[in-house]
T-cell receptor, first 115, second 114 residues
Framework: ETGVTQSPTHLIKTRGQQVTLRCSSQ?????VSWYQQALGQGPQFIFQ???????GRGNFPPRFSGLQFPNYSSELNVNALELDDSALYLC??????????????FGSGTRLTVV | AQSVTQLDSQVPVFEEAPVELRCNYS??????LFWYVQYPNQGLQLLLK??????LVKGINGFEAEFNKSQTSFHLRKPSVHISDTAEYFC????????????FGQGTRLTINP
């Protein structure tokens, strides 16, 4: 059983640029959630995808967007990067009907630095 | 709105000593509570969870937590810690707000001194 895989592990971008982060969900999981973890903080919910549609969003602006593909993998896109977007971005997968009970399987994250 | 408060940002302890990491939650509905651990440069790993039933929950690596509804707490404990327990620990509540999601506390950094 494979876990959640995220790529890249690290990247550095310039303010104003766009970035795409990728996530492969755990085998058998059909729901993907993205979280932002700023330095010294707990993870904050960005949004969730189920059956290729966004089904919930946290307090993040529209320049944060995502996709889910038929194989349940996912992308997080951030446009017009700001310095405050520097954070660890975590992808988490789950089986939708059991998420609230079982929690999620997290990837190791992508460390984004905006300069 | 549901929220989670971790009362200590840092907890230093000596190796083989007991430790308690404190977590309080606020929720007006049934709660499902979790503790996650994050080792340096890694993602989150589930330690244990409370859904219902027995208020004492046992998890991996010798950790346990006690759900206290009257005090709205879910403190994490370990009777004897090891150097390898050095990590960041996060308490979280699972809620449905549009999507099913986790609301995390700020985290507690556990440092084990030899």
């Amino acid at each position: 059983e494979t876990g959640v895989t995220q790529s890249p592990t690290h990247l550095i971008k310039t303010r104003g640029q766009q970035v795409t982060l990728r996530c492969s969900s755990q085998s058998g999981h059909n729901t993907v959630s993205w979280y932002q973890q700023a330095l010294g903080q707990g993870p904050q919910f960005i949004f969730q995808y189920y059956r290729e549609e966004e089904n919930g969003r946290g307090n993040f602006p529209p320049r944060f967007s995502g996709l889910q593909f038929p194989n349940y993998s996912s992308e997080l896109n951030v446009n017009a990067l700001e310095l405050d977007d520097s954070a660890l971005y975590l992808c988490a997968s789950s089986l939708a009907t059991l998420s609230i009970f079982n929690g999620y399987t997290f990837g190791s994250g992508t460390r984004l630095t905006v300069v | 709105a549901q929220s989670v408060t971790q009362l200590d940002s840092q907890v230093p302890v000596f190796e083989e000593a007991p430790v308690e990491l404190r977590c309080n939650y606020s929720s007006s509905v049934s709660v499902y509570l979790f503790w996650y651990v994050q080792y340096p440069n890694q993602g989150l790993q589930l330690l244990l969870k409370y859904l219902s039933g027995s208020t004492l929950v046992k998890g991996i690596n010798g950790f346990e937590a006690e759900f206290n509804k009257s005090q709205t707490s879910f403190h994490l404990r370990k009777p004897s810690v090891h150097i390898s327990d050095t990590a960041e620990y996060f308490c979280a509540v699972s809620i449905i707000q549009g999507a099913q999601k986790l609301v995390f506390g700020q985290g507690t950094r556990l440092t084990i001194n030899p």
